[in-house]
């Protein structure tokens, strides 16, 4: 990819000359302002800078939205999510995430500097990718989603991220990616030895108080 075909994201720097970065995907329907108010309640501003990447999804359709176009990393089919999958569509947007991670390579920041972090189809993105990624990275932020093509990882996924500390938070009352789905998804990461750290909170598909204030301790942890 060239920067012509880099998606378009909005950036925010929590200081000058930042070395470390969090790519931040959204979910569906949404676009990169959905989870940029979230760095400052962060409060991340005594640690070394870090760039946050909110990139915008492709505007595509959705089947499960009657066809609708709007911004989505794939194409959703089933309101089960997994029983039918768009895989082009997931690597397709693989590809771009990668090239996000490869422009901030030569922007002087490594793999092993930065998060890759995502909420619904975003979480969803973040590990198709980040358990495929063929250099380590910092670590993984899963909110409120679930692992996609989840026959095909244990064959596809990289060993360079096998040990990267994985954060994976959900809400018990969620109608859109139901709590079984990401206890599913749980469970396989941890049969193939991932380590993650799990946490649920009392809400419905979105993000809490609480839950910000763990995901700023993970990235205190791993960004050090």
Not at 41 to 56: C, N, S
Not at 144 to 170: C, W
Request: hydrophobic share 45%.
């Amino acid at each position: 990819m060239n920067d012509q075909e880099l998606l378009e994201c909005i950036e925010m720097e929590t200081g000058p000359n930042p070395e470390r970065a969090v790519i931040w995907l959204h979910g569906l329907g949404a676009d990169g302002n959905d989870f940029a108010p979230l760095v400052p309640e962060l409060k991340l501003g005594d640690m070394p800078a870090i760039r946050f990447v909110f990139p915008h999804a492709p505007v595509r359709p959705v089947t499960i939205n009657n066809g609708m176009s709007m911004r989505a990393w794939y194409d959703i089919f089933t309101p089960e999510l997994v029983r039918r999958e768009d895989e082009a569509g997931l690597v397709q947007s693989q590809q771009a995430i990668e090239a996000l991670i490869a422009r901030e390579n030569q922007r002087g920041i490594p793999d092993e500097r930065i998060v890759l972090a995502g909420f619904s189809q975003g979480c969803a993105m973040t590990l198709q990718t980040g358990l495929r990624h063929p250099r380590k990275l910092a670590g993984l932020i899963g909110l409120s989603g679930y692992l996609p093509m989840i026959d095909k990882v244990d064959h596809e996924r990289h060993p360079a991220n096998q040990d990267t500390p994985i954060f994976l938070a959900h809400g018990v009352m969620d109608p859109v990616v139901v709590l079984a789905r990401a206890e599913a998804s749980r469970q396989a990461l941890q049969d193939m030895g991932y380590s993650l750290a799990w946490n649920t909170y009392n809400m419905p598909h979105s993000v809490c108080l609480e839950e910000v204030v763990a995901i700023a301790a993970f990235l205190r942890k791993v960004l050090a």
